[in-house]
């Protein structure tokens, strides 16, 4: 099972190694000059129109990431420990083969660390999680296949993901929170229950009661009443939070 501190180790990590690239954001090789005469004399050669890099495409016989998206869409169809531990192990394959790539090792370990989290929750995650996967993979194969895209554009859709992360970290923190309040909730409305149920058991037998343990009980029951009124309300409040 992952733990919060554990969750929380890669949003720090990321976040320094992401300080280190954008520090140098505005820097820039100085454009070269080029006079109009210059260009009169010696006219720019007719090339092919370049083409775009969101236009690159990639068979999937040849992409080196095939077995990643794959994976990406089964885990979309069904989660399964098999699915999920082979995720892994392909995320881990791609860190070591783009290790050298500090965005790409940054995407894989999103992936990574969602993938842990989908894995020890299975049914139980966040339903945000799945669509997480489907993000991150999104972006990762749009920078791995696109060589001409620029080092500005490619920080750019890492640095959404990794927002991405955060916010979802926070719902995850958040609804496990609420689960442990609702639980708390219940709990008590069933201990309460079962405190009821003991003069309720000795009227059933017949035994009499005197006046003041008659009104002792009504008195027993209207605060019961009252305090599991309360408690659904609380119950709505914490539904509706998490449905904001």
Same mark, same amino acid.
């Given at each position: 099972m992952t733990t919060k501190d554990d969750e929380g180790s890669l949003g720090a990590e990321v976040s320094s190694r992401l300080d280190e690239l954008f520090g140098d954001d505005e820097s820039g090789a100085p454009v070269e000059k080029i006079s109009v005469a210059k260009q009169a004399k010696n006219p720019p050669k007719k090339t +092919? $129109?370049? !083409?775009?890099?969101? +236009? !690159?495409? !990639?068979?999937?016989?040849?992409?080196?990431?095939?077995?990643?998206? $794959?994976?990406?869409?089964?885990?979309?169809?069904?989660?399964t420990d098999e699915t999920m531990v082979d995720f892994l192990t392909e995320t881990k394959r791609l860190m070591q083969k783009y290790k050298d790539d500090q965005i790409l090792t940054l995407f894989l370990k999103l992936h990574e660390s969602i993938g842990k989290y989908i894995k020890a929750k299975k049914a139980r995650a966040h339903p945000d999680a799945i669509a997480f996967v489907a993000s991150v993979y999104k972006n990762f194969e749009k920078v791995l296949l696109s060589p001409g895209m620029q080092e500005k554009q490619k920080k750019q859709l890492l640095g959404s993901e990794v927002k991405k992360f955060k916010e979802f970290k926070q719902r995850i923190l958040l609804r496990d929170g609420a689960s442990e309040d609702v639980q708390a909730e219940l709990q008590d409305s069933r201990a309460a229950a079962a405190s009821a149920k003991t003069p309720e058991k000795s009227l059933a037998t017949g035994a009499s009661l005197p006046l003041q343990s008659k009104e002792a009980l009504d008195y027993i029951v209207e605060q019961l009443k009252k305090e599991i009124k309360a408690e659904f309300h609380t119950l709505r409040q914490i539904i509706k939070n998490l449905g904001a």
């Open positions: +092919a $129109a370049p !083409v775009a890099e969101s +236009a !690159v495409t !990639v068979s999937d016989e040849d992409s080196p990431i095939r077995n990643l998206k $794959a994976l990406v869409f089964s885990i979309d169809w069904e989660i």
